[in-house]
């Protein structure tokens, strides 16, 4: 076995987005490419030498082979030591458990998260720091940097690296360590949740359907909710995580998980119903004839989550990303604590964990999770749902209707406009940003703006300053509209309208989303016009 030294030289586009390097799979695949930025990621967080690194994906198209030249340069870097997941499966948040736990000096995950998977589809790497969280804005601009002015990657010619024997070798100088990717993950879940209510609810006939999506939680669930906690085989739907994940599209919401909202909505829909994303970190929650918005949910496990043992003490502090709803802020309004605005990105609650100022984060992205990882996890979120619901013993509509009725209704919905030409999207914000000075006290139907600005984010732990993080425009009503361009896409500009409308009156609680958010909706359109700079009549996707 020798090592190379690799002459190269920068290519273009290799900038981390919300969520580490996101682009088509052709792309990663093609000459030096995956090379360059596994170089520019080890370059970029001081070298590897001596490190022990944590090193899994979500099992899409190319995940297997990504990992062998991972591995390979690891070595050549001089890394001490990698810690995979057999054949290469980790989920986000069980490869964040593990970076903790085993006290390593990071992870490299092999994700694009939700977008789906393929040779002709989407694929995705990012470092997470010893903490077990995605790299924050200081680490990625390092790594950016290197990636415009690398000229030379170091790989060790050997053959593959066994991932589905469990057990240790070694790869040239370097020590691999193949590991279950479930058992760690599965005994910090026992920890955190009282296993005893959760079994008793379904041995009492409580029926549930999780739909894995055919990504990475399905052999998570299965070992974990039909494994340890007796629900009956066959909850656990497409549960086998393919290269493509069967062609689906492994969003869980009502729109890609379909499938699901069918299920739940029929005449013999189960008790309770989740699905979870590609990687594993998004979850999503629906009851018999109830859908559960993820900023609802958050809300309601703000509110309830001291039910489970390792809440139970209460939580130190809330936080949410700035286009979720408030739906959270009220009930840490009435309970006393610290509620947190961040921008869009689960990389900016790391600290807020770190330092014990928020115990539970969450995102209107379908993102949930505590201070146990620095990940969101959505089997986490799933049972959490279940040590509620055993406690209780309360249906999930009764849940979301005594919580509304308690804290009032924060109607919810985000219009999405996907691959919209790059300018067309630019010049709408700069549209709107252009307005900022007018639009306060101007009225839209019903409506009169409060506020309009662009939200920033002082990081009240480092002092970091993130500017740019989204378009805001309040109403008197206590509703509101957020423009937001998404940082995950990998063709074009996604568009992102978050609309949002308090209701506190009881006898309104029952409307549907889109009727009571009509008002909103037709003012966001009015204020940015956003039929003419898209050219799209409608948005692609409404959630
Ligand atoms: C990633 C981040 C999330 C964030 C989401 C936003 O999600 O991890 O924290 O909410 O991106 O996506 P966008 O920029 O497209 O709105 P994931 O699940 O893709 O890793």
Not at 315 to 326: E, K, N, Q, W, Y
Request: one cysteine or more; glycine letters at 12%.
């Amino acid at each position: 076995m020798t090592r190379h030294s690799v002459q190269t030289q920068p290519v273009d586009g290799q900038k981390p987005g919300t969520s580490g390097l996101r682009k088509k799979t052709r792309v990663f695949m093609g000459a030096h490419y995956l090379e360059n930025y596994v170089q520019s990621i080890f370059d970029g967080i001081g070298g590897v030498e001596g490190k022990t690194l944590v090193v899994g994906g979500d099992g899409r198209f190319f995940n297997d082979r990504a990992i062998q030249v991972i591995l390979r340069m690891a070595e050549a870097n001089g890394a001490a030591a990698c810690i995979v997941g057999q054949n290469g499966i980790l989920s986000t948040p069980a490869a964040s458990h593990l970076i903790r736990k085993r006290g390593t000096d990071g992870g490299l995950i092999l994700s694009a998260s939700h977008n789906p998977g393929g040779e002709d589809e989407d694929f995705g790497l990012k470092y997470n720091g010893p903490n077990g969280g995605p790299a924050n804005e200081g680490v990625t601009d390092k790594i950016f940097a290197r990636t415009k002015t690398i000229d030379q990657y170091h790989i060790l010619d050997a053959q593959d690296v066994d991932l589905g024997a469990i057990g240790t070798s070694t790869l040239g100088a370097m020590t691999v360590e193949i590991v279950d990717p479930v058992a760690d993950y599965a005994d910090l879940m026992e920890q955190l949740f009282d296993f005893d209510a959760i079994r008793a609810l379904f041995a009492s006939g409580f029926r549930m359907r999780f739909d894995a999506m055919h990504a990475v939680t399905g052999p998570y669930a299965t070992a974990i909710l039909e494994g340890k906690l007796g629900a009956a085989k066959g909850t656990v739907v497409n549960g086998t995580p393919l290269p493509d994940f069967g062609g689906g599209h492994p969003d869980p919401n009502p729109i890609w998980a379909k499938d699901l909202m069918d299920a739940m909505f029929a005449q013999d829909a189960p008790d309770f119903g989740a699905a979870s994303d590609g990687d594993g970190d998004r979850n999503m929650i629906v009851g018999r004839s109830q859908y559960v918005t993820p900023s609802d949910s958050l809300a309601v496990l703000a509110a309830l989550a001291h039910l489970a043992p390792a809440y139970s003490k209460g939580l130190a502090g809330v936080a949410r990303s700035m286009p979720t709803s408030g739906a959270v802020d009220r009930v840490a309004a009435a309970k006393g604590i610290e509620c947190f605005e961040t921008p869009t990105g689960w990389k900016f609650f790391g600290n807020l964990l770190d330092a014990g100022r928020a115990t539970l984060c969450g995102e209107e992205s379908a993102g949930t999770g505590s201070d146990h990882v620095r990940e969101k996890d959505g089997l986490w979120a799933v049972l959490l749902w279940l040590n509620i619901l055993a406690v209780t013993r309360k249906s999930v509509k009764e849940l979301m209707n005594d919580h509304w009725a308690e804290y009032g209704r924060n109607y919810y919905s985000r219009h999405d406009y996907e691959d919209v030409d790059a300018g067309a999207a630019a010049t709408m914000m700069d549209g709107l940003r252009a307005q900022f000075g007018t639009l306060v006290g101007k009225t839209f139907g019903p409506l009169t703006v409060s506020s309009a600005d662009e939200f920033a984010y002082d990081d009240p732990v480092d002092g970091s300053h993130s500017a740019g993080q989204g378009i805001r425009i309040g109403f008197s009503s206590g509703g509101r509209v957020v423009f937001r361009l998404s940082g995950t896409g990998t063709v074009g500009a996604t568009v992102r309208v978050y609309l949002e409308e308090l209701e506190t009156d009881p006898a309104r609680m029952d409307q549907d989303a889109q009727e009571a958010l009509a008002p909103i909706i037709a003012a966001a359109e009015e204020i940015a016009g956003i039929r003419a700079h898209t050219g799209r009549t409608a948005p692609n996707v409404i959630t």
